[in-house]
Protein backbone atom coordinates (compact mmCIF):
# COMPACT_ATOMS: atom_id res chain seq x y z
CA UNK A 1 0.00 0.00 0.00
CA UNK A 2 2.77 2.27 1.07
CA UNK A 3 4.48 1.60 -2.40
CA UNK A 4 1.53 2.30 -4.62
CA UNK A 5 1.62 5.61 -2.27
CA UNK A 6 4.88 6.90 -2.82
CA UNK A 7 4.59 5.85 -6.57
CA UNK A 8 1.69 8.13 -7.04
CA UNK A 9 2.91 11.22 -5.26
CA UNK A 10 6.33 10.80 -7.05
CA UNK A 11 3.43 10.76 -10.58
CA UNK A 12 1.62 13.86 -9.28
CA UNK A 13 5.00 16.26 -8.43
CA UNK A 14 6.17 14.88 -12.29
CA UNK A 15 2.48 16.15 -13.50
CA UNK A 16 2.89 19.50 -11.13
CA UNK A 17 6.77 20.39 -13.30
CA UNK A 18 5.37 19.76 -16.78
CA UNK A 19 2.52 21.94 -16.32
CA UNK A 20 4.14 24.49 -14.73
CA UNK A 21 7.13 24.35 -17.27
CA UNK A 22 4.49 24.13 -20.33
CA UNK A 23 2.78 27.36 -18.26
CA UNK A 24 6.81 29.37 -18.63
CA UNK A 25 7.26 28.06 -21.92
CA UNK A 26 4.10 29.74 -22.90
CA UNK A 27 5.21 33.20 -21.06
CA UNK A 28 8.70 32.87 -23.26
CA UNK A 29 6.88 32.76 -26.46
CA UNK A 30 5.26 36.16 -25.18
CA UNK A 31 8.88 37.36 -24.42
CA UNK A 32 10.10 36.49 -27.54
CA UNK A 33 7.23 38.91 -29.50
CA UNK A 34 8.28 41.29 -27.64
CA UNK A 35 11.81 40.69 -28.48
CA UNK A 36 11.28 40.38 -32.37
CA UNK A 37 8.48 43.42 -31.66
CA UNK A 38 11.06 46.08 -30.13
CA UNK A 39 13.89 45.24 -31.39
CA UNK A 40 15.42 43.35 -27.89
CA UNK A 41 18.79 42.01 -27.46
CA UNK A 42 19.21 39.46 -24.93
CA UNK A 43 22.20 37.82 -23.38
CA UNK A 44 21.76 34.86 -21.67
CA UNK A 45 24.95 33.50 -19.46
CA UNK A 46 24.61 30.10 -18.14
CA UNK A 47 27.87 29.14 -15.74
CA UNK A 48 28.60 26.88 -13.26
CA UNK A 49 30.38 23.56 -12.41
CA UNK A 50 30.06 20.34 -14.69
CA UNK A 51 26.47 18.43 -14.40
CA UNK A 52 25.38 21.60 -12.76
CA UNK A 53 22.14 21.22 -15.20
CA UNK A 54 23.18 24.05 -17.98
CA UNK A 55 21.87 21.81 -21.12
CA UNK A 56 18.71 20.77 -19.70
CA UNK A 57 18.17 24.29 -18.98
CA UNK A 58 18.61 25.59 -21.86
CA UNK A 59 17.15 23.00 -23.71
CA UNK A 60 13.52 23.73 -21.61
CA UNK A 61 14.25 27.55 -22.43
CA UNK A 62 14.08 27.13 -26.42
CA UNK A 63 11.88 24.57 -27.16
CA UNK A 64 9.36 26.29 -28.06
CA UNK A 65 11.29 28.95 -29.29
CA UNK A 66 11.62 30.32 -33.40
CA UNK A 67 15.16 29.37 -34.18
CA UNK A 68 15.65 32.16 -36.35
CA UNK A 69 15.45 34.51 -33.28
CA UNK A 70 17.32 32.03 -30.74
CA UNK A 71 20.45 30.63 -30.73
CA UNK A 72 22.40 28.88 -28.51
CA UNK A 73 26.31 29.24 -28.37
CA UNK A 74 28.72 26.73 -27.03
CA UNK A 75 32.20 27.25 -27.97
CA UNK A 76 34.96 24.46 -28.05
CA UNK A 77 38.54 25.31 -27.10
CA UNK A 78 39.84 28.12 -29.09
CA UNK A 79 42.30 27.69 -32.06
CA UNK A 80 45.89 28.52 -32.44
CA UNK A 81 44.60 32.47 -34.28
CA UNK A 82 41.75 32.66 -31.15
CA UNK A 83 44.40 32.16 -28.61
CA UNK A 84 46.11 34.66 -30.44
CA UNK A 85 43.64 37.17 -30.44
CA UNK A 86 42.05 39.73 -28.10
CA UNK A 87 40.51 37.57 -25.54
CA UNK A 88 36.86 38.87 -26.06
CA UNK A 89 37.23 38.05 -29.70
CA UNK A 90 35.37 34.95 -30.56
CA UNK A 91 32.54 36.19 -28.10
CA UNK A 92 32.04 39.36 -29.87
CA UNK A 93 30.93 37.41 -32.75
CA UNK A 94 28.22 35.44 -31.39
CA UNK A 95 26.34 38.16 -29.52
CA UNK A 96 22.71 39.16 -29.68
CA UNK A 97 21.39 41.13 -33.01
CA UNK A 98 18.45 43.56 -32.65
CA UNK A 99 15.24 40.75 -32.00
CA UNK A 100 17.66 37.84 -31.26
CA UNK A 101 17.92 35.96 -27.65
CA UNK A 102 21.18 34.40 -27.32
CA UNK A 103 22.20 31.78 -24.45
CA UNK A 104 25.59 31.27 -23.90
CA UNK A 105 26.28 27.89 -22.54
CA UNK A 106 29.51 28.89 -20.67
CA UNK A 107 31.19 31.94 -21.78
CA UNK A 108 34.15 34.35 -21.49
CA UNK A 109 33.97 33.25 -18.01
CA UNK A 110 35.95 30.11 -19.05
CA UNK A 111 39.12 32.05 -17.82
CA UNK A 112 37.79 32.73 -14.23
CA UNK A 113 36.83 28.90 -13.78
CA UNK A 114 38.67 25.92 -15.96
CA UNK A 115 41.25 27.96 -17.71
CA UNK A 116 42.48 29.42 -14.32
CA UNK A 117 42.62 25.78 -12.54
CA UNK A 118 43.91 23.93 -15.67
CA UNK A 119 46.53 26.29 -16.09
CA UNK A 120 45.23 26.94 -19.86
CA UNK A 121 46.23 30.44 -19.22
CA UNK A 122 48.41 32.60 -17.21
CA UNK A 123 48.40 34.24 -14.39
CA UNK A 124 48.95 38.19 -16.36
CA UNK A 125 46.03 37.31 -18.63
CA UNK A 126 43.65 35.74 -15.48
CA UNK A 127 44.07 38.72 -13.30
CA UNK A 128 43.48 41.13 -17.21
CA UNK A 129 40.30 39.30 -17.39
CA UNK A 130 39.06 39.92 -14.30
CA UNK A 131 39.58 43.90 -14.31
CA UNK A 132 38.17 43.87 -17.71
CA UNK A 133 35.01 41.51 -17.53
CA UNK A 134 33.04 44.24 -15.62
CA UNK A 135 34.20 46.76 -18.48
CA UNK A 136 33.72 44.39 -21.36
CA UNK A 137 30.33 44.39 -19.91
CA UNK A 138 29.15 47.62 -19.46
CA UNK A 139 29.87 48.55 -22.56
CA UNK A 140 27.81 45.87 -24.58
CA UNK A 141 24.99 46.75 -21.62
CA UNK A 142 25.12 50.77 -23.17
CA UNK A 143 25.01 49.65 -26.28
CA UNK A 144 21.66 47.52 -26.09
CA UNK A 145 22.40 44.37 -25.07
CA UNK A 146 20.43 43.54 -22.06
CA UNK A 147 22.49 40.62 -20.21
CA UNK A 148 21.63 38.06 -17.67
CA UNK A 149 24.34 36.32 -15.91
CA UNK A 150 23.45 33.17 -13.61
CA UNK A 151 25.35 30.59 -11.93
CA UNK A 152 24.03 27.11 -11.35
CA UNK A 153 25.39 26.04 -8.09
CA UNK A 154 25.55 22.39 -7.33
CA UNK A 155 26.87 20.34 -3.67
CA UNK A 156 29.62 18.49 -4.28
CA UNK A 157 27.87 14.82 -3.37
CA UNK A 158 25.46 15.58 -6.45
CA UNK A 159 27.50 16.56 -8.97
CA UNK A 160 29.46 13.07 -7.95
CA UNK A 161 26.34 11.32 -8.20
CA UNK A 162 25.83 13.21 -11.82
CA UNK A 163 29.07 12.48 -13.27
CA UNK A 164 28.83 8.65 -12.41
CA UNK A 165 25.58 8.71 -14.00
CA UNK A 166 26.47 10.57 -17.47
CA UNK A 167 29.40 7.97 -17.74
CA UNK A 168 27.33 5.08 -17.60
CA UNK A 169 24.96 6.14 -19.69
CA UNK A 170 24.41 5.78 -23.11
CA UNK A 171 22.64 8.60 -23.99
CA UNK A 172 24.92 10.83 -22.10
CA UNK A 173 28.47 9.50 -22.19
CA UNK A 174 29.11 12.07 -24.85
CA UNK A 175 29.15 15.04 -22.14
CA UNK A 176 31.90 12.95 -20.49
CA UNK A 177 35.58 14.11 -20.86
CA UNK A 178 38.96 13.66 -18.61
CA UNK A 179 37.69 17.31 -17.19
CA UNK A 180 35.41 15.20 -15.05
CA UNK A 181 37.64 13.84 -13.04
CA UNK A 182 39.32 17.17 -12.59
CA UNK A 183 36.22 18.64 -11.46
CA UNK A 184 35.96 16.78 -8.11
CA UNK A 185 40.22 16.52 -7.34
CA UNK A 186 39.79 20.45 -7.26
CA UNK A 187 36.45 20.96 -5.90
CA UNK A 188 37.81 23.55 -3.86
CA UNK A 189 40.28 25.37 -6.13
CA UNK A 190 36.69 25.81 -8.61
CA UNK A 191 35.03 27.05 -5.16
CA UNK A 192 37.72 29.42 -4.72
CA UNK A 193 37.94 30.54 -8.09
CA UNK A 194 33.91 30.82 -8.41
CA UNK A 195 34.22 33.81 -5.19
CA UNK A 196 36.69 35.52 -6.97
CA UNK A 197 34.34 35.63 -9.95
CA UNK A 198 31.79 36.64 -7.72
CA UNK A 199 34.15 38.84 -5.89
CA UNK A 200 35.54 40.80 -8.99
CA UNK A 201 32.59 40.44 -11.47
CA UNK A 202 29.09 41.09 -9.85
CA UNK A 203 28.34 44.78 -10.35
CA UNK A 204 24.86 46.80 -10.40
CA UNK A 205 25.34 47.04 -14.40
CA UNK A 206 25.49 43.71 -14.99
CA UNK A 207 25.00 41.15 -11.57
CA UNK A 208 25.18 37.78 -10.97
CA UNK A 209 22.43 35.82 -10.06
CA UNK A 210 22.99 32.27 -7.96
CA UNK A 211 20.77 29.18 -8.87
CA UNK A 212 20.75 25.92 -6.34
CA UNK A 213 20.19 23.03 -8.96
CA UNK A 214 20.82 19.95 -6.31
CA UNK A 215 16.77 19.71 -7.44
CA UNK A 216 16.83 19.89 -11.25
CA UNK A 217 13.31 20.77 -11.90
CA UNK A 218 13.52 23.54 -8.91
CA UNK A 219 16.23 25.06 -10.50
CA UNK A 220 14.51 24.80 -14.11
CA UNK A 221 11.58 26.60 -12.99
CA UNK A 222 12.82 29.32 -11.12
CA UNK A 223 15.98 30.51 -13.25
CA UNK A 224 13.25 30.89 -16.07
CA UNK A 225 10.76 32.52 -13.85
CA UNK A 226 13.37 34.96 -12.48
CA UNK A 227 14.65 35.76 -16.48
CA UNK A 228 10.75 36.34 -17.49
CA UNK A 229 10.39 38.53 -14.33
CA UNK A 230 13.16 40.60 -15.52
CA UNK A 231 12.00 41.75 -19.01
CA UNK A 232 8.49 43.68 -19.62
CA UNK A 233 6.68 41.94 -22.33
CA UNK A 234 3.04 42.50 -22.90
CA UNK A 235 0.58 39.79 -21.79
CA UNK A 236 2.73 38.67 -18.82
CA UNK A 237 1.04 36.66 -15.72
CA UNK A 238 2.37 37.05 -13.01
CA UNK A 239 1.20 34.74 -10.96
CA UNK A 240 3.68 32.55 -12.60
CA UNK A 241 6.68 34.20 -11.74
CA UNK A 242 6.46 34.03 -8.08
CA UNK A 243 10.44 33.11 -7.21
CA UNK A 244 11.69 30.80 -4.72
CA UNK A 245 14.29 33.02 -2.97
CA UNK A 246 16.33 29.91 -1.93
CA UNK A 247 16.72 28.82 -5.21
CA UNK A 248 17.15 31.91 -7.23
CA UNK A 249 18.86 34.79 -5.56
CA UNK A 250 21.64 37.30 -6.21
CA UNK A 251 25.51 37.00 -4.91
CA UNK A 252 26.31 38.97 -1.96
CA UNK A 253 29.24 38.53 0.14
CA UNK A 254 26.58 36.94 2.90
CA UNK A 255 26.41 33.71 0.82
CA UNK A 256 28.75 31.58 2.42
CA UNK A 257 28.08 32.65 5.83
CA UNK A 258 24.30 32.02 5.46
CA UNK A 259 25.49 28.58 3.65
CA UNK A 260 23.77 29.47 0.18
CA UNK A 261 26.59 28.02 -2.07
CA UNK A 262 28.14 25.03 -1.79
CA UNK A 263 31.56 25.36 0.17
Same mark, same amino acid.
Given at each position: ???????????????????????????????????? &?????????? =???????????????????? #??????????? #???????????????? &?? $?? /?????????? @??????? =?????????????????????????????????????? +????????????????? $???? @??????????????????? /?????? /???????? $? @?????? +???????????????????? /?????????? +????????????????????
Amino acid at each position: MSKNKTKSNEIVKGADYRLSLMQLQVELVKLQKAVI &KNDYKILVIL =EGRDSSGKDGTIKRIIKHLS #PRETRVVALSK #PSDREKNSWYFQRYVA &KL $PT /AQEMVLFNRS @WYNRAGV =ERIMGFCTKSEYEDFLETAPIFEQMLERSGIKIFKYYL +DISKSEQKKRLKKRRTN $PLTQ @WKSSPIDDVAIAHWKEYSV /ARDEMF /ARTHNLFV $P @WFIVRS +DNKHAARLNLIKHLLSQIQY /AGKDDRLLVL +DSKVVFPYDKTCHKKKMIAP
